[in-house]
């Protein structure tokens, strides 16, 4: 998809088809992690003004986290409201026709403005207390401006704890990965479950990157009331 808007402040994305390969065999994707990515509407841009102008959160360990605004509600502004919708429509396809869950609707918990200036990075780290996030991009590009590296889980059940020598180049194989990077792109839109492991990589460009971070849960309830499973917040708040 090339760039129909040639301005820093309109989202924008370009997606990769890789070729067909004949194969003298198949080979069994069991229990993929996926990410969904999708574009935000240009016509939804005219929030930018807004997102730069939040006031930074004071106290935060920028050294390790970056800049995040004092403001961690931002999309529940009237200002982000239909950004907000449309994010929420695509968590919501996310949910429905790739893992398959049962939910009518679902709510943002948090959502936060992320800054990541030249020389910053952010840890490896999952989000607690949430089902699904995400997070989209806005602004100034360059090729030294990281958007998110995902991780492949190095302990815990069903994961070879043998150390094997591995070859260097890994890309003709995404079973062998360990890492995977989007590339930063105005208006890419990246959601994922909330238990993957991701960072922010260093920020090697002259430019700040960024971009807006979301939590979300289904609404009203979790789990199911006959296996004894359900978190009715109705019921508990």
């Known amino acids: 998809m090339q760039n129909k808007e040639n301005w820093n402040t309109s989202w924008s994305v370009d997606q990769q088809n890789n070729p067909p390969q ?3 065999y198949e080979v069994l994707e069991l229990f993929p992690t996926p990410v969904y990515t999708s574009v935000m509407p240009s016509e939804l841009s005219g929030i930018i003004p807004f997102l730069n102008a939040q006031t930074p959160n004071t106290g935060s360990d920028e050294a390790n986290y970056g800049e995040r605004s004092a403001n961690s509600y931002i999309l529940n502004e009237p200002e982000c409201n239909e950004a907000k919708t449309f994010v929420l429509e695509q968590v919501k396809k996310f949910a429905d026709t790739i893992l398959l869950y049962d939910y009518d609707s679902y709510e943002l918990s948090q959502s936060w403005v992320s800054k990541k200036h030249p020389g910053q990075h952010h840890t490896m780290h999952i989000h607690p207390n949430s089902m699904i996030s995400g997070v ?4 100034d590009q360059s090729p030294k401006t990281p958007a998110i590296k995902f991780h492949k889980m190095s302990g815990g059940m069903n994961v070879n704890q043998l150390q094997a020598r591995t070859k260097q180049d890994k890309r003709p194989s995404k079973h062998a990965w360990t890492t ?3 590339e930063f792109e105005p208006g890419l839109l990246a959601i994922f479950p909330s238990h993957l492991f991701h960072s922010v990589p260093m920020n090697e460009s002259d430019k700040i990157r960024n971009s807006v971070a979301f939590n979300s849960i289904p609404k009203n309830y979790l ?4 296996n004894l499973t359900e978190l009715n917040f109705s019921k508990i708040i």
Request: hydrophobic letters at 30%; glycine letters at 14%.
């Open 180 to 182: 995977f990077d989007l």
């Open 136 to 139: 989209f991009y806005y602004g």
């Open 223 to 226: 789990g199911q009331e006959k």
């Open 22 to 24: 004949n194969l003298d």
